[in-house]
């Protein structure tokens, strides 16, 4: 269900004082081989990095993940003064190989599948995604209920790609971090599993996160040019841990 992405949101403290997470299974991470890499899906550049950043650089970049960028985020500031859609768009492509680099990802390891902003087309998409996918096959993408409409779209087409080809789904949330409450009823706990980062998969993600300026840091002094994701939003991924929902 979409929702509005207004307010500062469950703040992090409330998040890191629920018992709950440390009660979840662990997710294994072993196993995966460069013969059947996970296919990371992104609605917008830098997705991919705050939602399971930490679990791509333990699979070992390239060798062990590769990325799919559906839009590139070139609606991030719709009103803004200082860049364009277009410049937007160029601007964090660039910063996309920049973290995924940091993660160790190859440029040959990541697809940029060109949809709007916005408007994704869960059809093509999920023909796209369902070429790329095979039985067994990791597929980590946002999870349907994540309340952002471009989330919540590419974890349907995904959802529907894994069924028609037997990949296993694995979803993560971002946004549901904001508006969520711990416990909330509306969030499908029972199917979370917790992928304990080790400290150098940490370290990476923080400095994948850093090479999204675009993101993290105004664009320019206008309102309409403040980042989207301030220190508030950016405390919600230095967790020790990273959560995925299982089928």
């Known amino acids: 269900m979409v929702r509005p992405i207004v307010g500062a949101g469950t703040d992090e403290r409330t998040w890191r004082a629920w018992p709950a997470p440390a009660t979840w299974p662990a997710l294994a991470v072993d196993g995966r081989t460069p013969t059947t890499p996970p296919l990371v899906v992104a609605p917008h550049p830098d997705d991919e990095v705050l939602g399971v950043g930490g679990l791509v650089a ?50 040959a390891a990541i697809a940029h599948l060109g949809h709007p902003d916005g408007a994704v087309d869960e059809t093509a998409l999920t023909d796209a995604l369902t070429t790329r996918l095979t039985p067994g096959r990791w597929c980590v993408t946002t999870w349907r209920g ?10 349907r087409a995904a959802a529907v790609a894994c069924r028609r080809t037997g990949a296993t789904l694995l979803e993560f949330p971002v946004w549901t971090w904001h508006w969520a409450e711990p416990d909330d009823p509306g969030v499908p706990w029972h199917r979370a599993r917790r992928i304990d980062l080790t400290e150098a998969a940490r370290s990476a993600k923080r400095e994948a996160i850093d090479a999204f300026p675009s993101q993290i840091r105004p664009l320019g002094p206008a309102p309409a040019d403040a980042a989207i994701l301030p220190p508030h939003v950016l405390a919600r991924f230095a967790r020790p841990y990273e959560t995925v929902f299982v089928p």
Do not use: K, Y
């Not at 768009?89 to 996309?96: L, M, P, Q």
């Not at 994540?146 to 974890?155: L, M, N, Q």
């Open 58 to 107: 333990m699979l070992g970049g390239g060798a062990g993940a590769e990325i799919a960028v559906v839009t590139d985020g070139e609606a991030s500031h719709p009103g803004s003064t200082v860049h364009s859609p277009v410049e937007l768009a160029a601007i964090r492509r660039a910063e996309t190989a920049t973290a995924c680099g940091l993660l160790g990802v190859a440029p």
């Open 146 to 155: 994540d309340g952002h409409p471009d989330h919540e779209a590419v974890g």
